[in-house]
């Protein structure tokens, strides 16, 4: 599958826990974007990486969330002490270089806090 | 205003009607363009690219305005498999951040009926 690949694909994690989602980007591409979508909203951007760089992260919550793509690996998404308010779908997206390409979606990481 | 701007609908469509949504975008310098659409509680996937001259894929017709910063999609014929949520999507030229990340309208949320 040449797909973006997320996961996982569900998460339940209590009050307090970490979370951490995984994305691997689209091979060949190297711009990686993250989303939130609460129920019945809109998608939120949250942060816009290349490898080993976070470009643009104003869609970030201040505390709690963080983002890495490192030169291995897939990027991660880490959401620290997790509230029931961060209970949302998370998307990743890639995109090709020259950053004004299409980009293509991951089916997403259904986060749920209990 | 918002930065991409989409009648939310809901638009109740008979099957075999043409519709048309419109977009409108605040950033002048926006670069690139295009329609995504979104079933409900997947992957945003994209439909098509919205070029400056104007771009057509089968009963699908996307329009760009520059200068009304305006982005339209037509479809023609429609099928019930239509029924779904249309992003418009613009990219490039964000102010302030300097980052080239998508930023996505709230969606039309289009029904078609038998």
């Known amino acids: 599958n040449a797909g973006v690949m997320q996961n996982p694909r569900h998460l339940v994690r209590r009050r307090g826990q970490e979370a951490r989602l995984r994305c691997s980007p689209m091979?060949?591409?190297?711009?990686v974007y993250w989303y939130r979508q609460l129920p019945e909203e809109g998608l939120k951007f949250m942060v816009y990486?290349?490898?080993?760089?976070?470009?643009?992260e104003s869609g970030m919550p201040k505390e709690r969330f963080s983002a890495e793509f490192p030169k291995e690996g897939p990027s991660i998404l880490r959401i620290q002490q997790v509230v029931r308010g961060d209970s949302a779908a998370y998307f990743c997206a890639s995109s090709g270089p020259g950053g004004l390409t299409e980009a293509f979606f991951g089916q997403g990481t259904r986060l749920t806090v209990v | 205003r918002k930065e991409v701007e989409q009648d939310p609908g809901p638009f109740n469509v008979p099957e075999g009607a043409t519709v048309a949504f419109n977009c409108t975008y605040s950033?002048?310098?926006?670069?690139?363009f295009f329609w995504y659409r979104q079933d409900c509680r997947k992957e945003p996937k994209l439909l098509m690219s919205?070029?400056?001259s104007g771009n057509e894929d089968g009963r699908f017709t996307a329009q760009l305005n520059r200068a009304s910063q305006y982005i339209s999609l037509l479809i023609r014929d429609s099928k019930l498999s239509d029924s779904a949520t249309y992003l418009c999507v613009v990219r490039g030229g964000r102010s302030g951040g300097g980052a080239d990340g998508l930023t996505f309208g709230k969606g039309t949320h289009l029904i078609i009926q038998p």
């Open positions: 990486l290349q490898k080993e760089n976070i470009i643009d």
């Open positions: 919205v070029y400056s």
């Open positions: 950033n002048s310098a926006s670069q690139s």
């Open positions: 091979k060949g591409h190297s711009h």
